[in-house]
């Protein structure tokens, strides 16, 4: 069973451009997550997704950053018009539909993470 | 507002020694907190799951304590060794919406 998958690895972009960045969760996992990490500093929580939905983006800049998980297809964060300070390594995780028990106790399964720089 | 503190100094243990670290929390009620390993250059591993009504969890030398009264996690790695040498990050999570909140992690180093 293969982990989370992100693409690209690298990805270098000039001021201006748009970066897509996908992630394919673990087979069986329903549920997507996306945060940024900069060096020093911790996991910021960006979006949650499900198959078609968005369920919290409170993450997430209202400008330039948008999410989607498609009913097929990987998960994908779109950054439009990235700038300097978009620079920062980005994960995806995956967890299961279902947990233990009736709470989602679920862990979270990490893909290898997205390197973004901007020039 | 919600904040999580971990031991923002870097841990420097011997070998074969235990190391101990530290989550703190406050304005917060989690039903679960999870510990995970993060290495350089890769995304976080997780480690251990405890819920708000278990004192402690234990998993081969792993050994994790949740005291909701302190509102503080222990995470405890005995006998270590050089290949524990990782930043370690606590997450908390309530109810049941799936969103963590992430603290900042400690850097563990364990010497030969």
């Known amino acids: 069973n293969a982990g989370v998958m992100q693409n690209p690895r690298h990805l270098v972009r000039r001021r201006g451009q748009e970066a897509r960045l996908r992630c394919s969760p673990m087979k069986g996992h329903s549920h997507v997550y996306w945060y940024r990490q900069l060096p020093e500093e911790g996991l910021k929580f960006m979006v949650y997704l499900q198959k078609e939905n968005i369920i919290d983006e409170s993450g997430m800049p209202k400008e330039r950053f948008s999410a989607e998980f498609p009913k097929e297809g990987p998960s994908i964060l779109r950054i439009q018009q990235v700038v300097r300070g978009d620079s920062a390594a980005y994960f995806c995780a995956s967890s299961p539909r279902t947990g233990e028990g009736k709470l989602g106790y679920n862990e979270q399964f990490f893909g290898p993470g997205t390197r973004l720089t901007v020039l | 507002s919600q904040k999580i503190e971990q031991n923002s100094e870097a841990l420097n243990i011997q070998e074969g020694k235990t190391a101990t670290l530290t989550c703190n929390y406050t304005n917060y009620s989690p039903a679960y907190l999870q510990w995970y390993r993060q290495d350089p250059g890769r995304g976080p591993v997780f480690l251990l799951l405890i819920r708000e009504n278990e004192k402690e969890k234990r998993k081969e030398r792993l050994k994790v304590t949740f005291d909701t009264t302190l509102k503080q996690s222990l995470f405890h790695i005995t006998a270590s060794q050089p290949a524990d040498s990782a930043t370690y990050l606590c997450?908390?999570?309530?109810?049941?919406?799936?969103?963590?909140?992430w603290g900042l992690g400690t850097s563990l180093a364990v010497n030969p």
């Open positions: 997450a908390l999570g309530a109810g049941n919406n799936r969103k963590l909140i």
